[in-house]
């Protein structure tokens, strides 16, 4: 069985600093596929980043970035220098197995910037 | 026009009503899904087709019934609405080469 884990429920920041997501993620499968998605206040899901298990290579994007480690199964998510619109809901999810059908979501990690 | 899109946007419904709600799509992918999202909780999947052909319960489908009426389109009902199946719920599709995935907006369900 698949699952994802985001302990921190809520987080607030300061404006400027840097946060990091934790997510830590369970699969007895070797091929699998980790997600991130943005929930701003209007409610959409807004597609961040999409890795697989063989690429361990750490990515950034403008202020954000992932560091992926199998050793540890997490795929933690930094922003740095945070802004007001950084403020949503940010959810992990895992799609893992080839006969998988059905991304399993982590339960969500609630940030908010403070100006 | 979304590739993928959810009516109605916002719904309140009495309880024990039928209801329905409709997803679209224009990806041209086979795989479609219902997810619900309740809060702290994550979303959760309710029900997903293969193709036309195929359903199969997901997760959280007592309650919830779906329709595969094309290759574009997958629609779930509620048959009989209780309060405690008000929350957000999305439509999803999927390409099995490379499992992107593409989500409507949501519909959010109010049931009163």
């Known amino acids: 069985a698949q699952k994802v884990t985001q302990a921190q429920t809520e987080i607030s920041v300061v404006e400027k600093e840097d946060v990091t997501l934790d997510c830590v993620y369970e699969?007895?499968?070797?091929?699998?596929?980790l997600f991130w998605y943005k929930q701003p206040p209007s409610g959409e899901l807004v597609f961040l980043i999409r890795?697989?298990?063989?690429?361990?290579q750490n990515e950034i994007s403008g202020r954000y970035s992932w560091n992926f480690q199998k050793s540890t199964s997490s795929f933690n998510f930094t922003i740095t220098a945070s802004q007001v619109v950084d403020s949503a809901v940010y959810f992990c999810a895992l799609h893992a197995g080839a006969g998988s059908y059905q991304l399993t979501f982590g339960k969500g990690t609630k940030l908010s910037v403070i100006p | 026009d979304a590739d993928v899109t959810q009516t109605p946007r916002n719904r309140i419904t009495k309880t024990g009503k039928r209801i329905m709600l409709e997803c679209s799509q224009t990806k041209g992918h086979d795989r479609m899904y219902w997810y619900r999202q309740d809060p702290g909780l994550g979303l959760r999947l309710i029900y997903y087709?293969?193709?036309?052909?195929?359903?199969n319960k997901g997760e959280i489908s007592d309650g919830y019934s779906v329709s595969r009426q094309a290759q574009a389109k997958f629609s779930l009902s509620l048959e009989s609405a209780i309060p405690n199946q008000t929350a957000l719920y999305f439509c999803a599709t999927s390409d099995w080469t490379d499992y992107g995935y593409t989500f409507g907006s949501g519909t959010r369900l109010t049931v009163v």
């Open positions: 890795r697989n298990s063989f690429d361990e």
């Open positions: 699969t007895r499968d070797t091929t699998y596929y």
């Open positions: 087709s293969f193709d036309v052909k195929d359903i």
